[in-house]
């Protein structure tokens, strides 16, 4: 099955800096790539992700870049602010065997953005 | 459109005790999935089901049990609950499978066993 490797697994910046967060991934069939986030006890929700017919997505301050070769791909958060404060959980599909199509998380990596 | 509906928010089991966390969508999708997440651990896919009637295990099923009767429930049964078991659960769905459209998730059953 993937196996999803997710770092850091803490981040702390301070407001208006940039942060990134970087995946790899195991399966080179893989082909969708899902960031979600999660504020303190809430629930995850999808902010962005991408497809690996294109190498990079953005919407607004969050952008995600895909490099298949290397099999990694990574979050990228500009102008920071304290609302971006949360856990980012990272995920990438099993593309075979009998979990194909299931999504596999990364570990998380808990954003803290000081003001 | 209430979405994912998840009940309860919290329980407290004691060893070997049985329960069922409930689980309801009203956006008549076909994909439903149970998850643990244990602290620092991500999500955990523990059952998930493709369509009425048809459900099959995840990445770590044992001491769980499902049931899809109809498209917008999805329960989970644990029985003789042990302290492993200590988790946040949510229930997802997604329109089509994970591989091709977002998850959706329900606000989480925090469950300590004692």
């Known amino acids: 099955g993937e196996n999803v490797e997710q770092h850091p697994s803490t981040l702390s910046v301070q407001e208006g800096d940039s942060a990134v967060i970087k995946c790899t991934y195991s399966?080179?069939?893989?082909?969708?790539f899902p960031w979600y986030k999660q504020e303190l006890g809430k629930r995850p929700q999808l902010i962005i992700d991408?497809?690996?017919?294109?190498g990079e997505k953005k919407d607004q301050r969050i952008a995600v870049t895909l490099n298949k070769t290397a099999k990694h791909f990574s979050l990228h958060i500009t102008e920071t602010q304290p609302e971006d404060s949360a856990v980012y959980f990272c995920?990438?599909?099993?593309?075979?065997?009998?979990?194909?199509?299931?999504?596999?998380f990364g570990q998380g990596t808990i954003l803290t953005v000081h003001p | 459109n209430a979405g994912v509906t998840q009940t309860p928010k919290f329980r407290i089991l004691k060893i070997g005790q049985s329960m069922t966390l409930q689980c309801t969508q009203d956006m008549n999708h076909n994909y439903m999935y149970w998850y643990r997440q244990d602290p620092g651990m991500g999500l955990k896919l523990i059952y998930y089901s493709v369509g009425a009637g048809i459900t099959d295990k995840g990445e770590v099923p044992n001491g769980y049990n499902v049931s899809r009767s109809t498209t917008e429930d999805f329960p989970l049964r644990l029985e003789l609950a042990a302290p492993s078991q200590t988790s946040v659960y949510f229930c997802a769905s997604s329109s089509q499978s994970s591989y091709n459209s977002p998850l959706h998730f329900g606000n989480g059953t925090r469950l300590t066993v004692t």
């Open positions: 991408i497809r690996s017919n294109v």
């Open positions: 399966d080179s069939a893989s082909n969708y």
């Open positions: 995920a990438a599909p099993n593309a075979g065997g009998t979990s194909y199509g299931k999504l596999t």
